[in-house]
């Protein structure tokens, strides 16, 4: 094909002819809306860096729901904030912790509404590392343990799909054996089975209150110069048990999205995180971008690289957009 026969131009020269032959599109049952939930009653406490999240009790949580779920937004991603941290983290499997007595609550109110947790415990440490340290590291096989036995109270308590993002070597084959131990052999995986040592979760860190409080997590999060690992982490992990394999964060890491996809055959998750959310946001209050067409144009490119499932921050702005109820992208 070649000019002048060939005109692409024919097919841009309307919104009808654009959708027609568009290659790639959004639907409100790709997200995954995350949430961060805390001890307490009526608390609806603002995360500065992330505009419209909040740090939620249960309660709070419930009301909030309303409206990711009437408009069909499928699953909710939950991180909890206890009362109080230990060095290894006992909160995060207590059968009264806030992730558990929360999904209960969940569960009862919005029963169709598929609630994943996150499985890790620098929400819990007192040292805000992501495992047990012994001699000042992150010690990988004792945190095993652990992260299994979270797992399956996080099932117990209701969770559809739990969701290891610790980094531990083996941590999937120990969740999966604790599951089909637990009688939980219905419970999925979600893996965070490519998550880099990113400087994008900053704001995360503020919303989980999880900053590690001595060195960093470089020594078990994967180095952002490497694509070729992302594939061997991503294989361990399937071959360990894993029944949907992510990719974190998603926006710099567009070309390891893309060769998980072409790689492997499972559901594939890219998780657009806290500093990607944070950025736009930020440029478009400063009107230096038109925050919606940016939003929906990097979710967009998420999808254009592989991911089936995407858990964003943006979700529900999102969803309002494709259904209508928030100002056109047409323009331009």
Known sequence: MRFPEYR???????????????????????????????PGGKVKKPILSMPGHFQLSPDALLAELEEPVARGIPA?????????????GSEAYAKDGIIQKTVAKVK??????????????????????????HDGDVDNDATLELLARMAVS?????????????????????????????GLDHIPIMSYAAKY???????????????????DRRSYQMDPANSDEALREVGLDVEEGADIIMVKPALPYLDIIWRVRNAFDLPLAAYNVSGEFAMIKA????RWIEGDRCMMEALI?????????????HALEAARILQGDAPSLRKK
């Open 8 to 38: 692409p131009r024919r097919l841009r020269k309307s919104e009808a002819l654009r959708s027609m032959v568009r290659e790639v599109r959004l639907d409100v049952n790709d997200f995954i809306l995350p949430f961060f939930v805390r």
């Open 76 to 88: 909710i991603l939950l991180f909890g904030i206890p009362d109080k941290k230990d060095p290894v």
């Open 108 to 133: 009862k109110a919005y029963p169709d509404l598929v609630v994943i947790t996150d499985v890790c415990l620098c929400e819990y440490t007192d040292h805000g590392h992501c495992g047990v340290i």
């Open 154 to 182: 996080h099932a117990r308590a209701g969770a559809d799909i739990v969701a290891p993002s610790d980094m531990m070597d083996g941590r999937v084959a120990a969740i999966r054996e604790a599951l089909d131990e637990a």
């Open 197 to 215: 040592a990113s400087a994008f979760y900053g704001p995360f860190r503020e919303a989980a209150e999880s900053p590690p409080q001595f060195g």
């Open 283 to 286: 440029a478009a209050q400063n």
């Open 301 to 313: 490119a998420i999808r254009r690289a592989g991911a089936d499932l995407i858990i964003s921050y």
